[in-house]
């Protein structure tokens, strides 16, 4: 195989052990790995202004990106997602610059599809014949499509709480698909079980080195979309943590490129629900390892995740970023969605919802001030979650006398 990625090594996360690129890898001491770069080689093939002339899609940063072989890569079409400036939204919350990447409009509908469509190339580079994973949300779907799409056999472990159109989309891409009465964590264990019985791979969140590069083009594409002027706060629903990680990552290497116009990096506030919030926790208490928390549970899907094998990292790019992890209260969840889904028209999801909350409780404590130039990531789109969503719709007999004025008053 020719080495045609500018992968330089990977890198143990927790104590920047060098690893061999170009075989498969898991994790290290039982903790993420990270890909690295020959970032001055990146810089000699790659500049700004050669990003204009490429396709809108998250494959223009390919030098960015590990795959060696491109006939690897496997693709649907991962366009870039619209930055929306939101000043109704904003106007109700007292923040006029706030702007909403809306990465609802992937492939499966959440931006899962960025870290999936990178590690199953890499899957499909290395030549692994099944993947598994276990997922309360997004995940199984995009690993289902992105596997059919490889014609590599899927397996998913999902709870039994998982939204019902997660796990739909995940047996209509072909995957095999098991419920279990737990939690992800515990769907979690049964994939390694699996694994190491069966000779599957684990894609388990952050147990492979790739999709963290796929989700770091999240990173790259909001820098590109500001002209490499990064705004002033992110907020992010932050499980497992990966975007986050990612998008740090991201900043990193524009920073080490010289490609930033931007004085100050963005300060990162990674929201949790209420009822699971293992990273605030974290965080108030000084800690660089999160404990899981007890009964956690949240109608967020995407943030119910106890345990984090990535905490410290997260906990290090929020501190390090000047940020800060909030928690929203749960049973506010659908109200936030309803807000920016009628003031803007945007497919807000649970998990986003969450940072709508966290920007009213940073905006009230002075953390996050009305001129700042604000981002939220709209990570899914609220179609996938049915179950949350009010529908509460009058019916009509068309057969009887209709008393219009009560009518159109019941509707409003
Ligand atoms: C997975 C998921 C998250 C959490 O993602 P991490 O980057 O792993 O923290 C947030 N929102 C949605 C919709 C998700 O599917």
Known sequence: MHNSSFVSHLEGAIDGAALTPRIVHTTHKHRPILVRYDLDAVNLALNPRMLRDRPQTMWRYRELLPIDDDDAIVSLGETVTPLIHCPCLGARLG?????????????????????????VSMAKQLGLTALAAPSAGNAGGALAAYAARANIPCFLFMPALTPAVNRAEALLHGANVFLVDGLINDCGRLVRDAADALGWFDMSTLKEPYRIEGKKTMGLELAEQLHWNLPDAILYPTGGGTGLI??????????????????????????????????????????????????????????CVPSAIGDFLILDAIRQSRGKALAAQESRIPEWMALASRTEGLSLCPESAVCVGALQLALASGDIRPDDRIVIFNT???????????????????????DWPSLVNKST
């Open 95 to 119: 923040a006029p610059n706030l702007y909403i990447k809306d990465e609802s409009r992937l492939p499966t509908g959440s931006f899962k599809s960025r870290g999936m469509a990178v590690a």
């Open 246 to 303: 990612a998008m740090a990552k991201a900043f990193n290497e524009l920073e080490r490129l010289r490609w930033l116009t931007s004085p100050t990096r963005p300060r990162f506030y990674a929201c949790q629900s209420s009822t699971c919030k293992p990273i605030v926790n974290a965080f108030l208490n000084g800690d660089r390892f999160a404990k899981p928390p007890d009964n956690p549970h949240t109608i967020a899907a995407g943030l």
């Open 380 to 402: 899914a789109a609220a179609q996938k979650y049915i179950e949350t969503i009010p529908a509460d719709i009058p019916v009509i007999d068309h057969n009887a006398p209709l």
